[in-house]
């Protein structure tokens, strides 16, 4: 599938025809053993990089490579695109790989993406230290990955003026219930501008 997808924008790379969207070829939840065996397999049309922490498999197509095509839009400019960026957040290092897929799809579709991992609430001060990241002019989206609690993204979403997507985590123990308990705080969440995702 990898392969053929890869095909298909070499075939639009070389006629002119693709757009950045087209040449994002991603596979999620992919784990080690999954990768081995892929990476085994004969691909043809492009190469393939895995990034374990997100379990996920980007693919480059070789026209990219040969014809010197940056996974960028024309259409923007290098100051439309510094004014638009998205913040990856997430609580604890235990949401990274939720926090790393969601950094790597923005990427591979042409995003600016600024990580700002560790900030959880049970140290505020991680947080109230990341301010001037999370208020910076350029942003237009804050992602926020938690579990536990699932109280970042109320606290993220009352410190800034972007939207704030919440993504629950199914890390955490006790009465998180596989982060369920995360998902019922932020659709709780009294912070304005707050939309929330399904758990992972």
């Known amino acids: ?62 026209a990219l490579d040969n014809n010197g095509v940056e996974n960028d839009s024309s259409s923007e400019t290098t100051k439309e695109k510094e004014r638009n960026t998205v913040v990856v957040a997430c609580a604890g290092t235990t949401d990274l790989p939720v926090a790393e897929e969601a950094a790597l799809t923005l990427e591979a579709a042409g995003c600016k993406v600024e990580r700002i991992y560790d900030v ?7 947080i109230i230290n990341a301010l001037p990241r999370l208020r910076d002019p350029s942003n237009r989206c804050v992602i926020v990955c938690a579990g536990m609690d699932g109280a970042l993204p109320s606290v993220v979403a009352g410190l800034v003026t972007v939207p704030v997507v919440a993504v629950p985590t199914s890390v955490g123990y006790g009465a998180a219930f596989g982060g369920v308990s995360a998902m019922l705080t932020m659709l709780n969440s009294c912070a304005p501008g707050v939309g929330i995702v399904n758990i992972d």
């Open 120 to 126: 959880g609430v049970a140290g505020l001060h991680r």
């Open 1 to 62: 599938i990898l392969d053929d997808m890869a095909k298909h924008v070499n075939t639009a790379v070389e006629s002119g025809d693709a757009s950045v969207a087209e040449k994002a070829i991603l596979a999620t939840r992919v784990n080690g053993k999954l990768y081995k065996e892929i990476s085994e397999m004969s691909l043809k049309n492009g190469t393939i990089t895995y990034h374990e922490i997100a379990n996920l498999i980007s693919m480059k197509a070789s």
